[in-house]
């Protein structure tokens, strides 16, 4: 009897299982997302600038992962198409920011950021940092 139970309880430990995944595959989640064309840009800041001090990259889909390297406060980023003023917020690719500020040595991400040919602009407000080349080819 013992047996015949164990075997129940795999069986539907496996089905459960089964259909869990299969409602996270039909909820497009982020990770199924990723797999879908979108790429990731991988940032670091440490105090005052990012490690990345110019990107080139083709045309596509991105994530911004934007990593705060004991910088002691919290962090963010700014992208803007180059030749617009970057210190008014309109001009700001809005899903490029984090979607939260990201606290000290931890790792924050952006929203899926349609980046077209051309040349941007990124930094961070919050950690002050110049401006840096983001180019797509």
């Known amino acids: 009897m013992k047996k015949v139970l164990s075997i129940l309880v795999i069986v539907l430990a496996f089905t459960f299982n089964s259909n869990a995944q299969d409602k996270m595959m039909k909820g497009g989640s982020k990770e199924m997302k990723m ?30 992962d934007v990593a705060n390297n004991n910088v002691g406060k919290d962090v963010g980023l700014v992208l803007v198409k180059k030749g617009k003023d970057a210190s008014k917020p309109e001009n700001h690719i809005q899903t490029a920011y984090v979607t939260a500020a990201v606290k000290n040595n931890t790792v924050g991400h952006s929203k899926e950021t349609k980046l077209e040919k051309g040349e941007y602009v990124y930094f961070c407000p919050l950690n002050p940092t110049p401006q840096y080349s983001l180019i797509v080819e």
């Not at 490690?51 to 045309?59: A, G, M, R």
């Open 35 to 64: 797999n879908d064309g979108v790429k990731k840009i991988t940032l670091e800041q440490t105090a005052g600038e990012f490690t990345q001090k110019s990107i080139t990259v083709s045309e596509g889909t991105y994530v911004f």
